[in-house]
């Protein structure tokens, strides 16, 4: 049990659910019959769904603001503010991530009492969004201005839609995040939203990290591969897995919540 998680979440391996946000005005996808209002309607139902399914902790993200972009609009921040101010869960945490501005991501997360962000805030990647070269130092540094220095960063190092400009194995790459950027989490993901990682590249970041801050999965849970991902992770997010066909952009199915929640909270319990 790591003793980051259990003061974050009050438990061991925490079950993160995402509360996926439909498209927000002013992205390809946005819906206009659905407006702003059924946007908070969709939202506030999943999240009563995982709620009641018996997640440990709900992450909001603008899932489906495709093609994503490296620097938010002020309506797409000032939408996803709405969003969490009016869906945030009560009994249990909620965190923050804005597909790929972290400085979006923490603004939200300190205004409205998220416990953690999680966003890519190191490396230099080619990608899906073109050359990205995010900036731990400037988070951080916006985070101590904000006095939110209680909004725990969970930073990726193996984001999706990308693949880094260097050569450095994923441990060691993990290894210095933890030491020179200060991450409060280290997260691996797969190829794309809803793909798993290698085992191994698990629990190679895992040895490389140590003790000295959780590793999740951040991507690719599933009922049928959490037991596994479960011996190594401390945690994980989970998205896809959780909708109705286990595709990413649908509605959360509660029956897929329940089953998961089952299964992962046997394996912790193992």
């Known amino acids: 049990m790591h003793p980051k998680v259990t003061e974050l979440f009050g438990t ?20 206009p019959s659905m407006g702003p209002d059924g946007i908070i309607e969709a939202v506030r139902r999943d999240v009563a769904h995982l709620v009641d399914g018996g997640v440990d902790a709900v992450m909001f993200c603008n899932e489906n603001d495709r093609p994503y972009q490296l620097e938010a609009g002020l309506e797409a921040t000032a939408m996803l503010g709405r969003v969490v101010a009016e869906c945030r869960p009560d009994s249990i945490p909620y965190g923050v991530d804005f597909l790929w501005d972290p400085m979006a991501a923490m603004a939200v997360a300190a205004t409205s009492g998220a416990s953690f962000m999680r966003e890519v805030a190191t490396g230099a990647y080619e990608s899906d969004m073109g050359f990205w070269t995010p900036d731990a130092a400037k988070l951080l540094r916006y985070r ?26 994923v441990g060691q790459v993990a290894r210095s995040v933890v030491v020179s950027s200060l991450a409060d989490a280290i997260l691996v993901s797969g190829p794309m939203a809803g793909s798993e990682p290698d085992l191994s590249a698990l629990e190679e970041v895992k040895e490389a990290v140590g003790d000295d801050a959780p590793v999740f999965l951040n991507t690719g849970a599933k009922a049928s591969n959490i037991r596994d991902f479960l011996k190594v992770a401390d945690g994980c997010i989970v998205g896809s897995a959780l909708k109705v066909d286990g595709h990413t952009w649908n509605p959360v199915d509660p029956a897929r919540v329940a089953e998961f929640v089952e299964v992962a909270h046997s394996a912790r319990s193992a």
């Open 144 to 169: 101590r201005s904000l006095d939110a220095t209680d909004v725990a960063v969970f930073m990726n190092v193996t984001p999706e839609f990308a693949s880094s400009i260097g050569s450095r194995p």
């Open 12 to 31: 061991d391996k925490p079950i993160i659910a995402m509360a996926h946000i439909p498209a927000m005005p002013g992205t390809p996808l946005y819906d």
